[in-house]
């Protein structure tokens, strides 16, 4: 779960210009290529904070090859969409930030450490198996998967029934795209 509910900090990017006004929406589409830009730091990051307790042929410690490879292709494919969407939540002010070619890695290096660090170490072969189940989907696909999840937390949280604490999809989603 914690796995899922990492990729919830992007939306803190966002957070604090969508506090101020009337921030536009971003649909789901845009959501995933959020997710999906992430995600391959994301894995490698967990792979290293889980390699005292994985064993090396486990594919979260994988550091190359094809299932990475396809996420890393995804990410760049997805990053246009989830810089539009990111820059249209943010507004004007930040739309020139968005647009550096450091955007990006500066963006992952600084999300990555920070949601992987959220992981214990207990959890990582439970964390190993959904990366495992994950694998035969398109990229987009597991992103999907993990943006649904998030709103169904962070719906399940406004009715009072999950912890508030838990992470969650704080992205102006619109409401049309909720399922």
């Known amino acids: 779960m914690k796995f899922l509910t990492s990729l919830s900090a992007l939306a803190l990017i966002v957070t604090s210009s969508a506090a101020a006004a009337a921030t536009p929406c971003v649909t789901t589409a845009e959501a995933q290529s959020i997710a999906l830009v992430a995600m391959p730091e994301i894995i490698r990051q967990t792979g290293q904070a889980c390699a005292a307790v994985l064993p090396p042929s486990a594919l979260t410690r994988q550091t190359g090859g094809a299932f990475l490879a396809k996420y890393d292709t995804a990410a760049n494919t997805a990053w246009p969409t989830a810089r539009a ?86 992205l102006p989603l619109c409401p049309a795209q909720r399922r």
């Open 85 to 170: 969407a990111l820059e249209k939540v943010a507004g004007p002010d930040m739309a020139p930030l968005l647009q550096s070619e450091f955007t990006r890695p500066l963006l992952v290096s600084l999300l990555a450490p920070a949601l992987v660090g959220q992981i214990d170490v207990q959890d990582c072969p439970e964390i190993d198996h959904m990366v495992t189940l994950l694998e035969p989907l398109p990229p987009r696909n597991a992103a999907g998967l993990v943006v649904s999840a998030l709103q169904l937390i962070r719906e399940k949280q406004q009715a009072g029934k999950l912890d508030a604490r838990l992470p969650t999809l704080d």
